[in-house]
């Protein structure tokens, strides 16, 4: 996998809460980098939350990221964003830089203290590992009930320069937008302006982690950031609308892979709703239905249960008309005007681990597309037993 | 259990879907009943649905309620409302009555067409079996995935007369409101003017039907009837609010059946949420918690893990205080403005079948109340295997 100039990645075990793995990891930046961030819009923001979006207001360059899972550090009062700072100082210290410069982001248990005398111990450890090599690490520090670390990146030539983007991501449970409920940190080393940065890093989020749902719980956590070093220069301002194409299409494959290993999932399914009258339609009725467990077991079921899909549809009372309705997964007819068809050859579409299920209104224009995965044993399971 | 005067009841085995149990249910008035019926707000209103919205326009007065399970007589188009009609003309002939006066329901698969043969067949068995002893048939040929009949009954007496009335359901699954998704007849036997009988039973489900959730899916075939047919006398207009009551307390025994017997469902949670600012941000949110997925899984796991409540509460963005609330289950505090208490024994609580989530948000007077079930294994397995 291709990496960004400059950065360095640390991670080491701190026994928050897993044995024998990574969680706390940390990214450096050898020189200061704009940035960017966007965060939850849950009310209960994470002390690591406030911080970032105290950050925002305060400093345009950072040096960089310490992220740990176990512990949100959410719903932890005062005393929670004094433990997150309490570390920040300290990293600071280590890394010879100020605390204001280090972006927090954590996951893990809600309401729980950091263990901070345990964190502190192996801080010298984190910066002592630093390495351009150890951005896997950082990847599985940062997993919860993730099954597998996620990481994409992407190359830019301009001009003859060679630019680069590396996006790490976790997910796997309370994903819902709005924003879509995961910790992501994209790193390029192109110099971009920050008043680029941010507008670009929210049009890649909406395109991506803003249309994903597991299971309609958004988190007190959400956080992406944005981070643009500067070592491999400046991005020509003509190639700024590439480098906005190369940046939405990490985000987006980031929250694919969130949605692939959704808690418990088996399938990944893109809902898109097409000749709506409005794209605000078009995408309630598209997450109504990404949402609906009875559409998600028939999902895990392999079932063409195109009943449920109409009742989702029909469940917000929006006045559609169910004769203009049509609906088809990859492409093979399951309902037209209303009226099912054979389920036979859709029903072999459904045995593969991916498809579209593609929902026409009859109705006008605009569409809206979201992804989401099946509803399984496995998320009972991860969820009935996860802090026991 | 009571039965109110002049009401008849028969089931029989139509072979719709089920085997070796009945799926088809009559229930008649030897007198023609004032009525009155609420309706699913799904665009998608099944063809029932759409008889009874049509009845409620026409007569004041009916005889008979023809339920079957099954096949929900859904998104059939033209020919399942002709389906409907034929079997109602069938049956009204063998009742010598005018099909108008016959209410029809169906509950099941959606998108099915019901085998008119069949019924046909089986309609002159089912008026043959007409008996006021019949009643628990009706309400078990009404069953879908429910587990258990569903039958209540409340007696009145006033001025020395005594009114009664009973009511049966059938849930399980798609249940949300509004209206909650089910079918659900209250036969009483006193005289109630039809202008008092629309707003009693408005009144009724929206304190009952209208507040439970299993999943947040409403069908397309929900429906409730009220019939009174005055076999027990006038209901002196002292007495109405009386009555209202009564009927109100039938309804939400009848609701709290229902979710009860939740697909899947191991437990009934009533969420009640205290100290809002008004009685639609309570509703919002003490829907927020009845429906999220982690809540429900918690509840299921039996852990009292109030990051996801407070979460639950706060991803609608509405502006809520941490420091401010307090929750508690059956009564114990969970957490005290903002922060986590020791959890054994709300733990113990939370063994019960049955317990309250309490939520005070410490921002005004407003409340509301919602009753919901835990998600489990068997929600999946019931879900993923429904018409297979």
Chains 1, 2 share one sequence.
Not at 57 to 68: D, H, K, Q, Y
Not at 103 to 127: E, H, M, Q, Y
Not at 159 to 184: C, D, E, N, S, V
Request: proline share 6%; aromatic share 6%.
């Amino acid at each position: 996998m291709r990496r960004p100039q400059g950065y360095l990645f640390s991670a080491v075990e701190a026994g928050i809460r897993y044995k024998g793995r990574p969680d706390l990891g940390l990214i450096f930046s050898q020189t200061p980098a704009f940035w960017a961030g966007v965060f939850t819009r849950n009310d209960f923001k994470a002390a690591p939350v406030l911080l970032g979006l105290k950050r925002r207001g305060e400093v345009s360059r950072v040096r960089a990221i310490l992220v740990n899972s176990g512990c949100a550090n959410a719903c932890t009062g005062p005393e929670g964003l004094q433990d997150a700072e309490t570390l920040l100082r300290d990293l600071a210290g280590l890394l010879r830089i100020s605390p204001e410069e280090i972006l927090p982001a954590s996951t893990g248990v809600i309401g729980l203290r950091l263990p901070v005398p345990r964190i502190r111990k192996v801080l010298p450890d984190l910066v002592a590992g630093l390495s351009p090599d150890h951005a896997p690490l950082v990847a599985r520090a940062m997993m919860t009930t993730d099954t597998f670390p996620k990481m994409v990146s992407r190359e830019l030539e301009i001009r003859g320069r060679r630019f680069t983007l590396l996006g790490l991501a976790k997910g796997a449970g309370m994903i819902a937008p709005q924003m879509a409920t995961m910790l992501a940190f994209i790193l390029t080393d192109a110099l971009i302006p920050p008043a680029e940065l941010a507008p670009a890093l929210r049009e890649a989020t909406e395109g991506s982690f803003n249309r994903i749902t597991v299971d309609g719980d958004t988190s007190t956590n959400d956080t992406v950031y944005l981070l643009a070093n500067g070592q491999a220069g400046e991005l020509p301002s003509e190639a700024w609308s590439t480098f906005r194409e190369a940046l939405s299409e990490v985000a987006r494959e980031l929250a694919l892979l969130i949605v692939r290993d959704g808690e418990g999932a088996s399938k990944l399914v893109k809902v898109v709703v097409r000749e709506a009258r409005s794209a605000e339609e078009a995408e309630l009725l598209a997450r109504a239905v990404a949402h609906s467990p009875l559409v998600k077991t028939a999902f895990f079921g392999e079932d063409p249960n195109w009943g449920r899909l109409l009742a989702a549809l029909g469940k917000l009372g929006l006045g559609l008309s169910l004769e203009k309705i049509s609906i088809f997964i990859n492409g093979i007819p399951l309902v037209e005007r209303g009226r099912g068809m054979p389920e036979e050859k859709v029903r072999k579409e459904m045995h593969r681990a991916e498809f579209t299920v593609e929902v026409r209104l009859g109705l006008g224009q605009a569409s809206s597309e979201v992804f989401t995965c099946d509803l399984t044993y496995d998320y009972i399971k991860i969820n009935a037993a996860y802090r026991t």
